[in-house]
């Protein structure tokens, strides 16, 4: 079946400018997470989706940053005013959310470079 | 709050001898722990987990890790390694208790270099 899909692929902008990236779970997973992979960071947990709410946004780094999730679905995160330290791959991560232990699937990320 | 630490940023190792791949970590309560594998230009692939039982613990590919709770460690092994094992290896701990969300609290990275 399918996989945890995200758009875009890469996103070139400029500094100062808003983004949006993608993310499309697994079909039936309730669970999804964004993870924010950088040079200099490693690889960070942003924000955590329980169906449409988020009950974890511990990870988001500023106010600049914000995540939505629409149907229990698909979602987006922005990013508003971006600046070069936001320069990052961004990871989607969905999970059937059942029990104690489910197991994340991770999309391809999103190559995002503020010039 | 929870830390994960991998000691060696990058391990070069010749194809076929054994290679383990080092991970620390820091937590005040009980966690889960994953190794995962993100081969170049790749998404990231889970490899093994520990969440209770056997402190050995197989995953894909041969490899191997052993949960050690006294010096909180969760050591990655082969016996012997191909050139296609080349990647970027990570460890992670996703935290319990209540508000247990599932999330991954991933160390650094490991790059493991395979040379022929």
């Known amino acids: 079946g399918a996989g945890v899909s995200q758009s875009p692929s890469n996103k070139v902008t400029e500094k100062g400018k808003d983004v949006e990236l993608r993310c499309d779970p697994i079909?039936?997973?309730?669970?999804l997470y964004w993870y924010r992979q950088s040079l200099g960071q490693g690889l960070e947990f942003l924000i955590y989706f329980q169906g449409n709410s988020a009950p974890d946004k511990s990870g988001l780094p500023s106010d600049r940053f914000s995540a939505e999730r629409t149907g229990g679905s698909v979602s987006t995160l922005t990013i508003q005013r971006t600046q070069q330290e936001d320069s990052a791959v961004y990871l989607c991560?969905?999970?059937?959310?059942?029990?104690?232990?489910?197991?994340?699937?991770f999309g391809p990320g999103t190559r995002l470079t503020v010039l | 709050a929870q830390s994960v630490t991998q000691l060696d940023s990058q391990v070069p190792v010749f194809e076929e001898a054994p290679v383990e791949l080092r991970c620390n970590y820091s937590?005040?309560?009980?966690?889960?722990l994953f190794w995962y594998v993100q081969y170049p230009n790749q998404g990231l692939q889970l490899l093994l987990k520990?969440?209770?039982?056997?402190?050995l613990v197989k995953g894909i590919n041969g490899f191997e890790a052993e949960f050690n709770k006294s010096q909180t460690s969760f050591h990655l092994r082969k016996p012997s390694v191909h050139i296609s094992d080349t990647a970027e290896y990570f460890c992670a701990v996703s935290p319990l208790g209540s508000g247990n969300t599932g999330k991954l609290i991933f160390g650094q990275g490991t790059t493991l270099q395979v040379k022929p």
């Open positions: 991560a969905s999970s059937l959310a059942r029990g104690l232990y489910n197991e994340q699937f």
């Open positions: 937590s005040s309560v009980s966690v889960y």
């Open positions: 079909s039936g997973h309730t669970a």
């Open positions: 520990y969440l209770s039982g056997s402190t």
